[in-house]
């Protein structure tokens, strides 16, 4: 019989749940059903007959049975003939019975009396039992959801400890090895402030390195074992579980430790994802650098070899020419490492912003000023809305921006091209426009083109660069509070780049953060 069985049969006996001592109370309460009983068989004696107060005191019988247990109904069945007979037979207020028949129904009445009270309490009995076991299922469950809800180690260890404190009313403990195969410490317990002693430390390395439980006077140690082994240790303080206590025991543990793993496997594959996509970025980076900042690099060298070997042979017109050529691949490996650097700022939330207001107008200006070497192969249409509100912005991040937007059109735009600058009020926003009429970019890489290191393809190819403009781009506008986006034309074929920055003056502007 198991451990709550025993302590059902007890109560439902009318013993302490130890079964040293009898409760007084579930027998005072039979007795006092009998003379309920007595009251009633006295008032309808008169009318029914004394063979219907038998169903009375039968009726007393079985609520003692089915409320205070098997031996009060046994002291009410006692208690019922006695009383049937003292008050009821003839010679009345005597035990004698003068009839035979008498005595042969009051023998009979008293074995079902007893009969009928044994089913009663047992059926009551297990019916206490199945509904324990139940709300012990229902425990499980809700136990097992709450762990799949968790994310963190810690919320693990805490939910662990607190529902099987709570379920076994004991002090729980959890260890969990420090580092990877170290030696265990406290992770966890309730409550919160559980420490073990050298010696118990001890047990529980030898506990999980024995992969067995180990008890001791006053403490159960137990492993949390998955089928990859012991992932850690459970310390149960109090009285021994044994039997339905230790089942509970071994279920939750069960359930703790497959939680345990998963998290610990969860933060693995994270791990794991992280050092790929760091691996993915570096090659890639490597990638950009061999080749797209070799180019000109190549090609500068080629040029001063020339010169320096044949310079005779060049006339003055093709010297200056070659000398232009190193100076516009010069300046295009300096865009390529200016991004690279400017990447590197962003991510490690170096950027200091000087946020002043400024004329939209003015740093446009000065943006294509800059970009005038690089726009010269195509016609620039300047569209900006009078009477624009002053934007609070870093000058030469945001001068930057368009740098980048403008060099990327020229690129992806054929010679000869339209490329379009405008800015316009848009509701509590100033939309800085910037279009070409290249070949537009694919709606399944619309989001992807302001990835770090991602160059959509033109023509079965890549154009030339890091893929780090765009990134760049995003970075500076969302560190003044704006926001970029990307779209296709609808007029025309080609792509439009739209950045929206508050014209609202107390905006508040936020350096990036450490990636």
């Keep these: 019989m198991s451990d709550p069985d025993r302590r059902y049969l007890a109560y439902f006996l009318g013993t302490a749940p130890g079964?040293?001592?009898?409760?007084?109370?579930p027998y005072l309460a039979a007795a006092g059903a009998v003379v309920l009983a007595l009251a009633g068989g006295l008032a309808i004696e008169r009318y029914l007959g004394a063979q219907s107060v038998l169903l009375i005191f039968l009726m007393a019988i079985l609520v003692s049975a089915v409320t205070w247990g098997l031996f009060p109904s046994l002291l009410a069945c006692v208690l019922s003939v006695l009383t049937y007979n003292f008050f009821f037979l003839s010679p009345i207020y005597t035990f004698a019975i003068a009839e035979p028949e008498n005595a042969v129904a009051l023998v009979f009445f008293f074995l079902v009396a007893v009969v009928a009270s044994s089913l009663a309490a047992a059926t009551r009995s297990q019916t206490e039992i199945a509904r324990a076991r139940a709300e012990t299922n229902a425990a499980l469950y809700n136990f097992s959801g709450k762990l799949a809800a968790t994310g963190t180690l810690d919320e693990v260890l805490w939910a662990t400890a607190y529902q099987i404190a709570s379920m076994l009313r004991a002090r729980i403990v959890l260890l969990m090895p420090q580092s990877e195969g170290g030696k265990l410490g406290v992770a966890g317990g309730y409550p919160p402030e559980d420490r073990l002693d050298?010696?118990?430390?001890?047990?529980?390395?030898?506990?999980?390195?024995?992969?067995?439980?180990?008890g001791s006077p006053g403490r159960l140690l137990l492993p949390l074992r998955t089928g990859s082994g012991p992932v850690g240790v459970i310390g149960v303080?109090?009285?021994?579980?044994?039997?339905?206590?230790?089942?509970?025991?071994?279920?939750?543990?069960?359930?703790?430790?497959?939680?345990?793993?998963?998290?610990?496997?969860a933060g693995a594959v994270a791990e794991a994802r992280v050092l790929a996509e760091t691996e993915?970025?570096?090659?890639?980076?490597?990638?950009?650098?061999?080749?797209?900042?070799?180019?000109?690099?190549?090609?500068?060298?080629?040029?001063?070899?020339?010169?320096?070997?044949?310079?005779?042979?060049?006339?003055?017109?093709?010297?200056?020419?070659?000398?232009?050529?190193?100076q516009d691949e010069a300046e295009r490996l300096n865009r390529f490492v200016g991004n690279l650097l400017d990447m590197t700022r962003l991510e490690s939330g170096a950027i200091e912003l000087k946020a002043e207001h400024f004329d939209i107008g003015d740093i446009i200006g000065t943006a294509l000023q800059r970009a005038a070497a690089i726009l010269d192969r195509h016609r620039v249409e300047i569209d900006i809305a009078p009477d624009l509100p002053m934007l609070r912005l870093d000058a030469l991040l945001f001068e930057q921006v368009l740098f980048n937007l403008l060099d990327n059109a020229a690129k992806y735009a054929p010679a000869e091209s339209r490329i379009r600058l405008g800015a316009r009020r848009d509701g509590r926003d100033v939309a800085i426009e910037i279009g070409d009429e290249g070949p537009g970019i694919p709606e399944a890489e619309r989001e992807r083109v302001f990835d770090k290191f991602y160059r959509v393809r033109a023509q079965d190819r890549r154009r030339a660069g890091t893929g780090l403009g765009l990134a760049i781009c995003r970075g500076f506008v969302e560190a003044q509070g704006g926001r970029i986006d990307a779209a296709n034309r609808c007029d025309r074929p080609g792509a439009v780049f739209t950045i929206r920055m508050p014209a609202d003056d107390a905006v508040e502007i936020a350096c990036p953060q450490p990636s």
């Design 237 to 265: 303080d109090g009285p021994m579980p044994t039997g339905e206590e230790r089942r509970l025991l071994d279920a939750l543990a069960d359930q703790a430790a497959v939680a345990i793993e998963r998290v610990t496997l």
């Design 280 to 326: 993915r970025l570096r090659s890639a980076l490597l990638t950009s650098i061999s080749h797209d900042l070799r180019t000109p690099l190549a090609s500068i060298i080629g040029v001063v070899s020339s010169l320096r070997s044949l310079s005779e042979k060049y006339a003055p017109e093709q010297r200056e020419e070659l000398l232009a050529m190193v």
């Design 198 to 214: 050298g010696a118990a430390m001890a047990a529980a390395e030898q506990c999980r390195r024995e992969d067995r439980a180990i």
């Design 19 to 25: 079964g040293k001592a009898l409760r007084p109370l």
